[in-house]
Structures are given as structure tokens and as C-alpha cells.
């Protein structure tokens, strides 16, 4: 409705000029830690906000004025500023912004018309198509980038801490969709192991719900610290573990697990990749294991989703296509690469939890059919 009052001249201004600088300033008082100084009640004088985080106070009352019609922050009067429910959320949402708004997703984001030009195989057969190694004088992939360009040499744990916060944002700090979204009641007691599961948030905010399950996170040996000090920090004991495994490797074979949680990790991956993800469960689901998934699942054909929720699984689908040329998956093709992984692996169910983005799938082996 607003583009059709605007006009498309209008329209298309405000997509190449003002939808990126509420971005840039965003970005901006959100690295400044604006949100953090601003009172949660009450309000803070513009100069004494400008002297505590030690900028221009110019300067800041420009980038303000943009965020006042973003409805971020408010001027109750002149001078004094104070929160609106928008910008009090920002300092729990900061990790993820500032992950989000790095150089490494705007230079990736600048090639994707020279990668669409170039983009002959599905997958690339030259990771030199993808947009983001194309971007960098190095042509390293994402993972490398985060691993070698922070200054700080967190980049792995950065990027943890931005998923941490947007998951939070979208299930909510209870994380009820994974407790009401896979069959835990077929589980039972057991151990359930996580892979690509970062520090392990998820487990920490759910191990309560689920006395009689215990948590293994596999993932990069530099996660490993972070999951200690949060299932430490959220009492979890013993029932929250860690190892370092690399998920293309064939699993540990002393471990019995009940099922293996993949939460957002296969839209990181090309098809081809996401084989070989799978296949190395195939040992453990014969006897018995499931998996359950986490992903963003856009649409497979127009109206099924509304145009908002719609809007964000496309955008997160470009998202990993500039990132690592992969995408995200509709059911038809969750079901279509399960095949591929393994012809008697089957989606018996998927959810969409009314109060996430996410769908959670579980899916089988079919241990009657011949492979």
C-alpha cells in the first residue's frame, strides 16, 4: 500500500537512499552504545548523552533526528531523550546487528550481479563464483574472513553471540518452539546431540523443560569454552557437554544417541555439502536415531505464508546465497535433498510454531525400504 502511494520514482529513492542509511544509523548508535546510556526510564540531556559516550554532540543529534522517524529513541522535549520500546531492545539485539552489519555482508552483497553473470553449475564448481569470495582480494570463504579479519581475533565467537541474539528475538528467550516442536515425548530419557550447535544457547534455555535429556554440542573447538561458561552459568551440570567434531566426519561410533538436532546449519551448505552432512548420521538412524532440523522454510508456491514472514525467508534465502552460495530449502526441497542423502530418509513431520520464523522437521528412516 505505501508503494502504491508513493509512486515508483518514490518507491525506488527511498530503497536506494533512506532504507540504507536507517540501516548506517543503526549501525551507528548501536556501536556508539547509545541504547545502553539512554535511561530505561525517564530521559538523558543530548549533552550529557554526547559527553558520555564521547562524541560530537552535532553529530549525534543529526543521527537521532533519523532514528526519531524510525520511531528509535524519542524528544519528549527539546533536548531530553529517551527510549521507545524499539530502541529499548536494541542492546539485546546489538550482537546480531553489528555481526549483520560488517563489510563482510555489504562487499558480498556488491557482487552478487557479477556472480549471477558467471554462476554456471549447481553447486559452483569453482568457489570463485560465490559472492563473498569473490568480494575479498583473497577470495577466502566467510568462515576464513570471521576467523582472520577480527580485530580482536573473536570472530567465530561473535558470530555465535549474533545467532544467540537472533534466535532469541524470534523464539523468545524461553525458546518454547524447540520444547513444542520436536517429538520429545518419543525420546524419552537419552542423549541428544547437537551438531553445528555454536555454545550451545539452545540446550541452555531448554535442558530444564527436559529432565531426562542430556546434551552433547559438537562443533569447532573454539565453541568450546563459551558452552562450558554458559551450562555452567545456567546450572545445567553434567547435562550439557561438549566435543570437538567436524560435521563431515563420520560420527563418534561410542555415542547412542536418540536423535541429532541440526539447527540452522544445512542453509549454510550446497546440496552437495549437505550429503555429506547427512550421510555420516545414517549408522545411528538405523538404529533408531532421528533428526530433527531447525531452518527457515520459505513457501513452496505464492499466498501459502503471509507477505511479511514471506519477506524475511527470501531475504535470509539471498542472504545465503552471497554468503556461500547455498539457500534456503521449501519442503519439496528438504525432501528432494533427503532423497539425494539417502532414498529411505523421510519428513514425518514439520511444524511452524505461530511465535517463530523457524519450522522444525523431523525426519525418519524408512528401515522397510531398500536403498
Not at 569470495?133 to 577466502?140: G, S, T, W
Not at 553434567?238 to 546449519?265: E, G, M, N, W
Amino acid at each position: 500500500m505505501l508503494n502504491l502511494a508513493l509512486g515508483p520514482t518514490d518507491t525506488l529513492t527511498s530503497l536506494a537512499g533512506p532504507t540504507i542509511t536507517k540501516i548506517e544509523v543503526l549501525r551507528t548508535l548501536d556501536d556508539l552504545g547509545v541504547a545502553k546510556v539512554v535511561p530505561q526510564e525517564g530521559t538523558i540531556h543530548l549533552a550529557d548523552l554526547a559527553a558520555k559516550i564521547g562524541v560530537n554532540e552535532s553529530l549525534l543529534h543529526r543521527q537521532l533526528k533519523v532514528a526519531y522517524l524510525m520511531g528509535m529513541f524519542q524528544e519528549p522535549s527539546p533536548g531530553e531523550i529517551a527510549h521507545t520500546s524499539f530502541s529499548a531492545a536494541i542492546p539485546d539485539f546489538s550482537p546480531y546487528t553489528q555481526l549483520r552489519t560488517t563489510r563482510l555482508f555489504y562487499t558480498g552483497a556488491w557482487e552478487v550481479a557479477n556472480s549471477m553473470r558467471i554462476w554456471q553449475d549447481d553447486p559452483p564448481k569453482d568457489h570463485m563464483q560465490i559472492p563473498v569470495e569473490m568480494a575479498d582480494p583473497q577470495h577466502r570463504g566467510m568462515w576464513k574472513i570471521l576467523e582472520e579479519d577480527d580485530p580482536d581475533e573473536r570472530g567465530h565467537e561473535k558470530f555465535a553471540a549474533g545467532m544467540k541474539a537472533l534466535v532469541s528475538a524470534y523464539v523468545g528467550t524461553s525458546f518454547t518452539p524447540y520444547v513444542q516442536g520436536f517429538d520429545w515425548a518419543s525420546i524419552g530419557e537419552g542423549l541428544v546431540v547437537d551438531i553445528g550447535g555454536g555454545n550451545g544457547h539452545i540446550e541452555a534455555n531448554i535442558f530444564k523443560d527436559l529432565p531426562g535429556v542430556d546434551f552433547l554440542i559438537q562443533d569447532l573447538a573454539e565453541n568450546e569454552q563459551a558452552t562450558k561458561e554458559l551450562a555452567q552459568k545456567q546450572g545445567a551440570g553434567d547435562r550439557i557437554s561438549f566435543q570437538v567434531h567436524d560435521f563431515f566426519k563420520p560420527q563418534p561410533t561410542d555415542l547412542q544417541p536418540k536423535a541429532y538436532i541440526l539447527s540452522r546449519v544445512l542453509h549454510d551448505w550446497q546440496d552437495a555439502d549437505c550429503v555429506r552432512i547427512i550421510q555420516p548420521l545414517i549408522p545411528a538412524m538405523e538404529k533408531g536415531a532421528k533428526l530433527f532440523f531447525s531452518e527457515r522454510i520459505p513457501p513452496d508456491g505464492p499466498g501459502e505464508v503471509p507477505v511479511h514472514k514471506e519477506l524475511l525467508l527470501r531475504h535470509t534465502d539471498i542472504l545465503m546465497f552471497t554468503l556461500y552460495g547455498a539457500k534456503e530449502r521449501s519442503r519439496g526441497d528438504f525432501e528432494a535433498l533427503f532423497k539425494l542423502a539417502d532414498p529411505r530418509l523421510k519428513v514425518k513431520k514439520v511444524q511452524h510454531p505461530p511465535s517463530t520464523i523457524f519450522s522444525m522437521l523431523e525426519v525418519v528412516l524408512d528401515q522397510d525400504q531398500d536403498v
